[in-house]
């Protein structure tokens, strides 16, 4: 613990000069209502204590992405190191085992867990019989129900994840268009079929005789040609191993070509070109992003694995390698491997899938899952791999229908039903293979597509993913209740009108989830 606490020390320090202002207006925010708290009751400081600590975590989160190598996020490993010191951790501040340095603040309360509520561990005392189906009907049905700002299809499921059963159901077994909640599914399937430490491979190959180098796609589209890889795969790093081993067999010129047979199928999304996601090919750099950025809508190249070729041939060149412009081939099974870079580990591509609700790693994880199964790595095979991977959990997978990895096609039909199945097996202690579906879910008011939302209420307790198509909103994650539990929910409305009121009217209704 106390190397842990030092290894962690000077990225707070950094987040705490950077993010001063923040904290402080967050302070301001909720002095109010700290100050009301002068009673026992226990939700009441959860609630507050998981909401101020994750202002602090949130830097960590900015800092160094929402996820490691571990595939666990920053912020909660972090808790970890000071789960036995009363009042939350003091991020190396403290005074050593005397208490706090006199004249310091007192340390913040920590970040609660994902997982807080499950095996009685959230709530002092023990853990309480979850909120009685009528009462939850109370608290939802005028939300989800009775609010016309959801539209003319509206489903709806809330499940305690202690025990498995549904506490709440709006036609919940009614199939209808997810949107991005459909990468639960992906992120599932991909975790059953491959395990949480698998990782995607690129590689060069010689040809013998020929001189004839290939650069093979591996999926990866996390794969970066950027100065500063950040723990990703490098395109930079990959031609400078090559380069060494070209040199090593006396070649300084070569026919450079490259494979992208790994996926079949048009590699065209049927929305056709968009800003969200590039085309689906085995080879591309930095998703094929045509400015600085690193997720969200952005212009993308019309060739991302050409483009990925001609900018590893610029980087071979820097390394005195002369390479030919590059053509479409394939690597026959006599080239020789020169070397390979790989991703972080499934199970952090997840998270960040997730987290960013990023469409190229959806469409990658759900071709994987293909190609792991034995299916045919296109649109259609990748669906099916998917709907298998869920049939085989025993999940119920009637009416739902998967035609991409993303939820970007309209054709995709999903129940809350099986939204909630898929955070409950998530959750189950035999399956910790999948943990990383709950850790990757952004948390309101601080990561990823909950980034702006919840300024208030559930800020920091709701954990879910988002999903918003044109006539299309939905929310699907984990929320704690005041007495301990955590609960599963899943809201999808179809024929929205106004995006903005029907969001708002989901974001309340996991907010009641969540209060007393």
Do not use: C
């Amino acid at each position: 613990m106390a190397r842990a606490a030092d290894a962690v020390r000077p990225r707070l320090a950094r987040f705490a000069r950077a993010t001063g202002p923040r904290v402080t207006r967050f302070a301001r925010a909720t002095a109010p209502r700290l100050t009301r708290i002068t009673g026992p009751k226990t939700w009441q400081y959860t609630a507050g204590a998981a909401t101020a600590g994750l202002a602090l975590a949130a830097g960590v989160v900015t800092a160094a992405g929402p996820w490691d190598s571990t595939g666990q996020r920053t912020a909660e490993r972090d808790r970890a190191v000071a789960l036995d010191h009363t009042g939350g951790a003091d991020h190396g501040h403290g005074a050593g085992a005397s208490g706090t340095a006199p004249g310091s603040p007192r340390p913040a309360p920590s970040a609660g867990a994902v997982l807080t509520g499950l095996g009685g561990t959230g709530t002092p005392g023990g853990v309480k019989a979850a909120p009685g189906a009528g009462n939850l009907a109370d608290l939802l049905d005028p939300l989800l129900k009775d609010d016309p700002a959801l539209g003319g299809h509206r489903a709806a499921a809330v499940v305690d994840l202690n025990t498995g059963k549904r506490l709440y159901g709006l036609d919940s077994d009614a199939a209808l268009i997810p949107a991005s909640t459909t990468k639960i599914a992906t992120a599932t399937a991909a975790l059953t079929a491959m395990g949480p430490d698998h990782r995607l491979t690129t590689r060069t190959a010689l040809e013998p005789d020929t001189g004839e180098l290939v650069l093979v796609g591996g999926g990866d589209p996390t794969l970066t040609a950027r100065e500063e890889a950040h723990g990703l795969a490098s395109l930079r790093t990959l031609a400078e191993k090559t380069a060494a081993a070209l040199k090593k067999r006396d070649v300084r010129k070569v026919t450079l070509s490259y494979d992208t047979t790994l996926y079949a199928g048009p590699d065209l999304h049927p929305i056709g070109v968009n800003e969200n996601l590039a085309r689906v090919t085995a080879l591309m750099a930095d998703e094929g992003r045509t400015d600085d950025s690193t997720s969200g809508p952005a212009p993308r190249v019309p060739d991302p694995a050409d483009a990925a070729a001609r900018t590893f041939a610029d980087l071979l060149k820097q390394h005195g390698i002369t390479a030919s412009p590059p053509g479409p081939s394939k690597a026959t099974g006599r080239a020789t491997t020169l070397a390979t870079v790989s991703s972080p580990p499934l199970s952090a591509l997840v998270e960040r899938m997730l987290t960013n609700s990023d469409n190229d790693l959806a469409e990658a994880l759900a071709r994987h899952t293909a190609v792991a199964t034995g299916k045919r790595a296109d649109f259609a095979g990748a669906g099916a791999a998917v709907t298998a991977r869920l049939k085989q959990l025993g999940l119920p997978v009637d009416g739902a229908r998967f035609h991409d990895g993303s939820g970007l096609d309209r054709t995709d039909l999903i129940t809350a039903d099986l939204l909630t199945a898929l955070l409950t097996e998530a959750a189950d202690p035999a399956r910790p293979q999948l943990r990383a579906v709950l850790t990757g879910l952004p948390v309101a008011h601080f990561t990823g597509t909950m980034a702006g939302r919840y300024t208030d209420g559930a800020a920091g307790l709701v954990r879910a993913k988002t999903g918003t198509l044109t006539g299309v909103n939905t929310l699907a994650g984990t929320v704690p209740t005041p007495d301990g539990r955590l609960l599963a929910f899943a809201f999808l409305a179809n024929a929205t009108t106004d995006p903005y009121s029907a969001q708002t009217t989901l974001d309340r209704a996991a907010t009641a989830l969540a209060q007393p």
